[in-house]
């Protein structure tokens, strides 16, 4: 079981490009939860995903930002006009359940220069 | 909102030592505390606490909750260079949207001297 990957580890974009992270669950996973660490802060929730549904966004930028797990592949997080403040590791975690007891992914680290 | 408070930030010890790294929460539908490790990588999972009074227990590590106080600890005893980490400490609850949302402190950086 190759656990939770997620690709790229690092990514540098210029200020409006787009950054496009991915994640694959664990195997068995159907639930994947997309978070946030700021430089200097916890990690903070964004989104939370079931196959081809986006179950919870509140903690997705209104602008800018989405989700998607589709049926075959894996999730991706999108990041569109990508700005100074972006820049964060964004990890991802997978769960068989909604119970909250999550594997995490090693993280994208985005860098917007 | 929920908030989640670590302490101390950070600390240095000396191998062999025994820290204890607190988590105080304040979380709206409280289900469980997680402790994570956090190297230069993903977090990994280290404990889950449900219920007060009831310490878990992984070799060195050993965590306890009290839902009265909203508090938990982390113990490392017999500290190593290996437990060098930032240890992250989050609170799940259930937020109403239909899924279990962890809150997370911003951690206490561990840093064992040899």
């Known amino acids: 079981n190759a656990g939770v990957m997620q690709n790229p580890r690092h990514l540098v974009r210029r200020r409006g490009q787009e950054a496009r992270l991915r994640c694959s669950p664990m195997k068995g996973h159907s639930h994947v939860y997309w978070y946030r660490q700021l430089p200097e802060e916890g990690l903070k929730f964004m989104v939370y995903?079931?196959?081809?549904?986006?179950?919870?966004e509140s903690g997705m930028p209104k602008e800018r930002f989405s989700a998607e797990f589709p049926k075959e592949g894996p999730s991706i997080l999108r990041i569109q006009q990508v700005v100074r403040g972006d820049s964060a590791a964004y990890f991802c975690?997978?769960?068989?359940?909604?119970?909250?007891?999550?594997?995490f992914g090693s993280g994208t680290r985005l860098t917007v220069v | 909102e929920d908030k989640v408070v670590q302490s101390p930030l950070s600390l240095v010890v000396h191998e062999g030592d025994t820290v204890t790294l607190n988590c105080s929460y304040e979380?709206?539908?409280?289900?469980?505390l997680l402790w994570y490790k956090q190297e230069k990588k993903a977090p990994t999972f280290l404990f889950m606490l449900t219920s007060s009074g009831i310490e878990k227990k992984s070799g060195r590590l050993s965590s306890i909750l009290d839902k009265k106080e909203l508090f938990s600890i982390l113990n490392i005893t017999a500290t190593q260079t290996g437990d060098s980490a930032v240890y992250l400490c989050?609170?799940?609850?259930?937020?109403?949207?239909?899924?279990?949302?962890?809150?997370f402190g911003k951690g206490t950086k561990l840093s064992v001297i040899p």
């Open positions: 989050a609170g799940t609850a259930y937020s109403g949207a239909g899924s279990y949302q962890l809150t």
């Open positions: 995903l079931q196959k081809e549904n986006i179950i919870d």
């Open positions: 975690a997978s769960s068989p359940e909604e119970t909250g007891g999550y594997t």
């Open positions: 979380v709206t539908n409280f289900r469980s």
